[in-house]
């Protein structure tokens, strides 16, 4: 078995088990603040009962892993609408954030903390039970249950063994690096997908996940609901991401450009409560994104669905449309097809 110190020293294993930030709260409560979803470094250094100095020098030193994995740091107008979402009192001029996979970014590799070091343990306990407990004998109401092992089963062989060997594929190849780099975000992306399936199938049979998706998305008011897919954006590699003020935005919510130079703009709309998106909103977005602004990638985000005449219109239009179950999927870690 391995020892916890491994995951010190390989990026590969920290990045393999990112997902599990449940660990966090079984070593130990994280508390967040009032989006449900962030802490600062205070809150951060807290949890793991180490300096504010300290975690902002680890931060100095991994900054590009950690911001793959979430971390960012606000100011500006930015800063300022996320106090006012947030309910959060400082003047402080320029904010750090962590989402949960930051926070086990950390624990991975911060070397001198009982907290961090019991996490690591947590992490590879856990690995190493999916791979040696035996399959147990089932009798015919325990078909339902085998079928969710072995989809988990899957999805520990992707990120554990499939994405790995492709990374190093990628690393010794010249030629065909871009089609590999291709497949590979079609694997991870099946990962990510089997993973939020699982989510969905715990919360129909009554075991809800931590954060139930669907309430957190239904909760939002229609300005929460605009960073909260901001920050998507920003997690899919999206940079310069601006949410327009609602009084200048000529029907485009969010402006930002894609990691690969791409000009993006958004329309959000939470429309929980009702059943479709009308046309009427499709032909305003897609006259300001490309006969106003002329971006090169338009999309219309939505609590709801869209109505047969109004992704007629997307698809004339070259509108790309997301609707309420992508956006779930978006929210869980699915990265959205759009944006690679």
């Not at 407990?133 to 089932?138: A, K």
């Not at 990691?259 to 329309?267: C, K, P």
Request: hydrophobic share 40%.
């Amino acid at each position: 078995m391995l020892k916890e110190s491994v995951l010190l020293e390989s990026k590969t294993l920290r990045s393999g088990v990112l997902g599990r930030t449940e660990v966090l709260d079984r070593v130990k409560a994280l508390s967040l603040l009032p989006d449900g979803m962030h802490v600062t470094t205070a809150m951060v250094a807290a949890y793991f009962g180490a300096t504010v100095e300290t975690i902002r020098a680890l931060v100095h030193d991994h900054r590009p892993e950690l911001e793959a994995s979430g971390y960012r740091v606000l100011s500006g107008t930015e800063l300022s609408d996320f106090k006012q979402l947030s309910g959060i009192q400082s003047r402080t001029p320029s904010l750090a954030l962590f989402p949960r996979r930051a926070v086990l970014n950390v624990a991975m590799l911060l070397r001198d903390s009982d907290v961090a070091r019991q996490v690591r343990v947590y992490l590879l306990d856990t690995e190493y039970l999916a791979r040696t407990q035996p399959v147990e004998n089932l009798v015919a109401a325990d078909f339902a249950s085998l079928d969710t092992r072995i989809d988990q089963r899957i999805t520990h062989v992707l990120g554990k063994t499939v994405v790995p060997m492709f990374n190093a594929l990628i690393a010794a190849s010249g030629e065909h690096r871009r089609e590999l780099i291709e497949l590979r975000e079609d694997i991870e992306n099946v990962e990510r997908r089997m993973c939020w399936h699982h989510k969905r199938l715990a919360t129909l049979e009554g075991e809800a996940p931590a954060e139930n998706v669907r309430s957190t998305l239904k909760a939002m008011t229609w300005q929460a609901f605009e960073q909260h897919v901001a920050a998507l954006l920003r997690r899919d590699g999206c940079t310069d991401v601006v949410v327009r003020q609602a009084r200048s935005d000529r029907g485009i919510d969010i402006t930002g450009r894609a990691s690969d130079g791409r000009t993006v703009a958004v329309q959000c709309k939470n429309r929980s409560g009702r059943r479709t998106v009308p046309s009427a909103d499709l032909q305003k977005f897609a006259g300001a994104a490309r006969a106003i602004d002329r971006v090169d990638l338009a999309l219309f985000v939505a609590t709801c669905d869209f109505s047969h005449e109004s992704q007629a219109i997307a698809d004339l239009t070259g509108v790309v449309t997301v609707n309420r179950e992508e956006v779930e999927a978006w929210t869980a870690g699915v990265r959205l097809k759009a944006l690679r």
